[in-house]
């Protein structure tokens, strides 16, 4: 719902959110990341053992750093857009840009934060009287203020914003789910042969 557009600078004042803080973005401060692990034996033959942990996706911070890094004022940029009924010729092609357009091509969501991902899972191993061992493990994964990355400034019928140049937007606002079953047999070397299947 993009209707407007205008570049801003750490330690700036935007026009439609207010004060920047030196960071550009705003710090992510709560990002704790405990692991935690069970084992358990069952029995002379089986064992279950249990995790879940918590972690972040450190490295978007230099990804970031590197599509803001090349954006006006710090680089020059431009976007022409051809379409069926106006093609796009080579000898306009390269035209430059009114001084009052926004020739920025990437932007992010001051209140980013990192994303999240939590794992829980549970695995069972069962030794048979024989040389044959089962098991199987489930793992559940709830991710959380996953990167959502939108063109907000294209439309079917061209350019959504009078002289903004089309655009990336960046948010932390996806979420997923993961559900994951594994059943193996495994056969322990028995005079140098052994083997398994994983399924």
Known sequence: NFTAAAPVQADGVGPYTGQFPSSLIETDKNNFAPRLGLAWRLGRATVMRGGFGISYNNGTYSAIARQLAVQPPFATSNTNIGTVSAALLMENALTG?????TTNTYGIDKNYVLG???TYNIDVNHQLKTAWVVGA?????LGSSL???RAPNRGPTGLRIEDVQPFL???SEGESILHSATFRVQRRQVRGLGGGLQY
């Not at 840009?97 to 357009?101: G, K, L, N, T, Y």
């Not at 493990?137 to 994964?141: E, V």
Request: hydrophobic residues 25%.
């Open 116 to 118: 999240r991902v939590e």
């Open 169 to 171: 937007w960046e948010t």
């Open 97 to 101: 840009v009114s001084p009052d357009e």
């Open 147 to 149: 990167d959502v990355v």
């Open 137 to 141: 493990n489930y793992t559940y994964t």
